[in-house]
Structures are given as structure tokens and as C-alpha cells.
């Protein structure tokens, strides 16, 4: 940005899943929740218990539930579907510095949901439009889902952030520890001043305009050229 964002961070989280409630949990433990644009919807007090969190976190929790719901983005005064930006998106990204993604799928391996869900690709890499809405935006980005996304990502030709974020937690196949080494990393970029994490930003800025002219140049063409059979 070419001024000063009110806020460090974004993150959408409007359902439930266990890795989103835990994190945004932690973001209220450590005092940075409001740090952020932060949603967190639909949630009732068994998404606590699914998270499996300990009793150090019983404060956090008590405090959350209390702010519940987070609302920063009502899907119902949406214009056009939530895969495409409106201007809710636009004035999100563009006062905020970096985006902390919550993918839909967090865990890779054939063990139970927390939560009881379905929705894991064993052994595969699912993304969704909140990984590639901070590339439209030039936003950099901290990803929670599951081990080597980053890894599949620069495959597809995207650039990511190391090493001006540590994103040694991609690859990391344990739950909890890859979460612990993610949240490091938003705690880091948190006790940044805004001038300094503004310094940061310009800092990468080659990285942020490769992302954005890969999505317009080659990406949207590519994923056109599938739904077509070109």
C-alpha cells in the first residue's frame, strides 16, 4: 500500500473448523485479536471442546465467546459470488498488511476430524479463494492448511515469502507443532511497528507485483483454458 493501513492482518474464517477456531482462539490469548480484521462465525461451544484446547486457554475463551460472532463480513450484502472480490474485499486488503489465510483444509492425514468433518484431501492440495484473493490484492500472506502448500504453490508458479517469513512451518507434518510455528510467525510480524511492517512490505515488493501479473497473466488464462478443453 502507498499509505497506512489501520490494520497488520486479515482473516476470513466464516465456518467453523477446528484449526480456525483454535488459531483465531490464540490470536485472543496473546492480546493481537483486534490487531486484525478477523471474522469468526456460526460458532457455538463445542467448536471450543473440538479444538482440543488446553485449560491455559480457558481465559481466552471465556473472553471470545463473549465477543462471538466476529462479523467483518456479511456474505448476504455481497454483489457477486464470494470466488470474485467486491468492494468488501477491496477496502479488507487494502487496509490491512498481510493476509492470514485459514484454508479449508488443514489436516493430511487419515486420522479422524477434530471436528468430525470430511472435508481432508489425503495425500492431495486444495485451495480455495483465500489463498489467491491476497495475489489479486498484492498481499503478502501466512497460510494455515496442509503441509507442502507452500511447496505447491511455487509449483504452479507462484512466488512466497521466505525468507521475510520463516515458512519452514510448510513443512511440518504435525498438527499442532505446524500451527504453534505459524502463529510464531503472525507474533513476529505483529510486534513490528506499523512503520516498520510498512518498510517490510516495500520490501517485497517484487515478490507481491510477480504474484499479481501471474494471476492476470497466466493463471486466469490457464484456469480458462481448462473449463474450456483448450
Known amino acids: 500500500p502507498d499509505y497506512m493501513p489501520s490494520k497488520l492482518f486479515l482473516s476470513y474464517n466464516n465456518t467453523p473448523r477446528w484449526h480456525r477456531t483454535k488459531l483465531v482462539t490464540e490470536l485472543q490469548r496473546n492480546n493481537l485479536l483486534d490487531d486484525g480484521y478477523v471474522s469468526l462465525h456460526n460458532i457455538n461451544k463445542h467448536h471450543f471442546e473440538q479444538a482440543q484446547l488446553g485449560e491455559e486457554y480457558s481465559d481466552a475463551i471465556d473472553t471470545l465467546s463473549k465477543k462471538l460472532p466476529l462479523e467483518i463480513d ?102 499442532d507443532e505446524r500451527q504453534k510455528m505459524i502463529f510464531k510467525q503472525i507474533e513476529i510480524l505483529c510486534n513490528k511497528s506499523l512503520e516498520e511492517i510498512h518498510d517490510w512490505y516495500w520490501s517485497i515488493e517484487k515478490i507481491l507485483m510477480h504474484n499479481y501479473y501471474h494471476f492476470y497473466g497466466k493463471w486466469i488464462k490457464s484456469q480458462r483454458d481448462k473449463l474450456l478443453g483448450n
Not at 468430525?116 to 498484492?138: A, C, L, Q, S
Open 74 to 175: 456479511n456474505l448476504n450484502e455481497r454483489n457477486v459470488h464470494i470466488a470474485f472480490p467486491d468492494n468488501l474485499d477491496i477496502n479488507h486488503h487494502r487496509d490491512s498488511h498481510f493476509s492470514l489465510v485459514t484454508e479449508t483444509i488443514y489436516q493430511s492425514d487419515d486420522k479422524p476430524l477434530r471436528d468430525g468433518g470430511t472435508d481432508y484431501v489425503r495425500g492431495g492440495i486444495f485451495f480455495t479463494e483465500k489463498t489467491y484473493k491476497p495475489f489479486w490484492f498484492k498481499q503478502p500472506l501466512i497460510v494455515c492448511a496442509v503441509p507442502e502448500f507452500l511447496v505447491y504453490m511455487r509449483k504452479l508458479g507462484w512466488q512466497t515469502f521466505h525468507p521475510f517469513i520463516d515458512e519452514s512451518y510448510d513443512d511440518v507434518l504435525d498438527k
